[in-house]
């Protein structure tokens, strides 16, 4: 662990992005996982049939490909370059871009949610709390947002030892507050607790709200 409670050696997405995708296949490891994303994708197909959302952190691609499945249209921004890249190998017929949770180059006054799974963990908690005010300054009032992170039972947000880059997780209880401070309204959260079955080394949340 170097002094900062960070691994040493954490290569990044571009260098583990076909491990990524190998240790990977599927996006969801757990049916809570995948459940918790589809009640997502029917809700806000229930509140906009045509709905577009913004797949921040996308990755290789398995979440957006999941959520057009379900009848979303999806648009993917990552900044790693080679996670894009498998992607748009393994969905060519969908849209990724490269860019960073700030989505600079997107409007999101047309966009009916916005997915960020296991991808906000990768920015510090201040940075957190300024994305979540920004996407809420300019989302349309009732547009949902998922995040998914790793959890804590402690309160705060704490640094772990994530083995590709620097990473925090978060309390719920916590997760929310920045959440209803940045300007959601909280609908529901899923937590899970660890699970050595899976290699979930940590509790893990999945909360949903939508833009006041
Ligand atoms: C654990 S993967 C999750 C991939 C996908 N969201 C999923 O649920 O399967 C984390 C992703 O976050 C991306 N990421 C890292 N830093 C980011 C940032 N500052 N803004 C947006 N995405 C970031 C990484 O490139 C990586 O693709």
Do not use: K
Request: glycine fraction near 6%; hydrophobic fraction near 45%; charge should be negative.
């Amino acid at each position: 662990m170097g002094d900062n409670g960070s691994v040493d050696a954490q290569p990044g997405y571009d260098a583990l992005a076909e491990q990524y995708a190998s240790t990977f296949p599927s996006p969801f490891v757990t049916v809570l996982e995948r459940h918790a994303v589809d009640a997502f994708a029917e809700q806000v197909r229930a509140s906009a049939p045509d709905a577009s959302v913004i797949d921040v952190g996308c990755g290789t691609g398995g979440v957006a490909a999941h959520l057009t499945e379900h009848g979303l249209s999806v648009r993917g921004v990552d900044p790693s370059e080679e996670m894009l890249a498998i992607a748009r190998r393994q969905y060519p017929h969908l849209s990724f871009e490269v860019g960073d949770a700030d989505l600079d180059a997107v409007d999101l006054a047309e966009v009916h949610g916005v997915v960020a799974r296991f991808s906000l963990i990768h920015l510090p908690p201040d940075r957190v709390r300024a994305t979540l005010a920004d996407w809420a300054s300019r989302l349309p009032t009732g547009a949902w947002l998922l995040v998914a992170t790793q959890a804590s039972d402690d309160p705060g947000v704490h640094e772990f030892d994530h083995h590709v880059a620097r990473a925090w997780r978060w309390h719920p209880e916590t997760l929310a507050a920045a959440v209803d401070a940045a300007g959601f309204a909280e609908e529901w959260r899923a937590v899970s607790r660890p699970d050595v079955d899976y290699h979930h080394r940590f509790p893990e949340i999945h909360l949903v709200a939508r833009c006041r």
